[in-house]
T-cell receptor
Framework: NAGVTQTPKFQVLKTGQSMTLQCAQDMNHEYMSWYRQDPGMGLRLIHYSVGAGITDQGEVPNGYNVSRSTTEDFPLRLLSAAPSQTSVYFC??????????????FGEGSWLTVV | DAKTTQPPSMDCAEGRAANLPCNHSTISGNEYVYWYRQIHSQGPQYIIHGLKNNETNEMASLIITEDRKSSTLILPHATLRDTAVYYCIVRGGATNKLIFGTGTLLAVQP
């Protein structure tokens, strides 16, 4: 998981609070994305970005906002946390190519509990 | 976006080859097949990827059928540390989205 850094690693929120999960990569990758993983489930795509200033929705975008002002950073914002957003969140990055066979690198994950 | 189908679980004896199948019958010509694995709740670990030809690296081999509708990941000599959930993923197209399926839990038995 070289080069993709997520913070914080653990966070407990109260229902209705807002927070931002940070993701940074130092590999000059154009493509970045956020996933969530619920217990016993596979990863589901929340939002992704193919470059600075460009973002798009994935499978489960509701309740989350993203922005991409720089190549290095791709923060995920929870606007009003709900218990259903209790999950492990993974950030990923890769070089971009239209028919890309590039390796995708994942961060170590951020464990979020909403009470 | 092409979807993948994998068996939910498989067993393999330690030291034997583990063959993990994946169906991706709706794959497009420019989409790659990727394999990742996840141990406990760690970040997914890259294993191998391919487009048309079979691929081999130090971890595994990837066999893709000629019609590209299915593939098999081969771990040649499975060890207990290979016990993990293995994800087959199709990626490509204009958006480069990476969509995970439910994966296969591989249990390597001593």
């Amino acid at each position: 998981n070289a080069g993709v850094t997520q913070t914080p690693k653990f966070q407990v929120l109260k229902t209705g609070q807002s927070m931002t999960l940070q993701c940074a990569q130092d590999m000059n990758h154009e493509y970045m994305s956020w996933y969530r993983q619920d217990p016993g489930m596979g990863l589901r795509l929340i939002h992704y970005s193919v470059g600075a200033g460009i973002t798009d929705q994935g499978e489960v975008p509701n309740g989350y906002n993203v922005s991409r002002s720089t190549t290095e950073d791709f923060p995920l914002r929870l606007l009003s946390a709900a218990p259903s957003q209790t999950s492990v969140y993974f950030c990923a990055s890769s070089p971009r190519g239209p028919y890309s066979g590039n390796t995708i690198y994942f961060g170590e994950g951020s464990w979020l509990t909403v009470v | 976006d092409a979807k993948t189908t994998q068996p939910p679980s498989m067993d393999c004896a330690e030291g034997r080859a583990a063959n993990l199948p994946c169906n991706h019958s709706t794959i497009s010509g420019n989409e790659y097949v990727y394999w990742y694995r996840q141990i406990h709740s760690q970040g997914p670990q890259y294993i191998i990827h391919g487009l048309k030809n079979n691929e081999t690296n130090e971890m595994a081999s990837l066999i893709i059928t000629e019609d590209r509708k299915s593939s098999t990941l081969i771990l040649p000599h499975a060890t207990l540390r290979d016990t993990a959930v293995y994800y087959c993923i199709v990626r490509g197209g204009a958006t480069n989205k990476l969509i995970f399926g439910t994966g296969t839990l591989l249990a390597v038995q001593p």
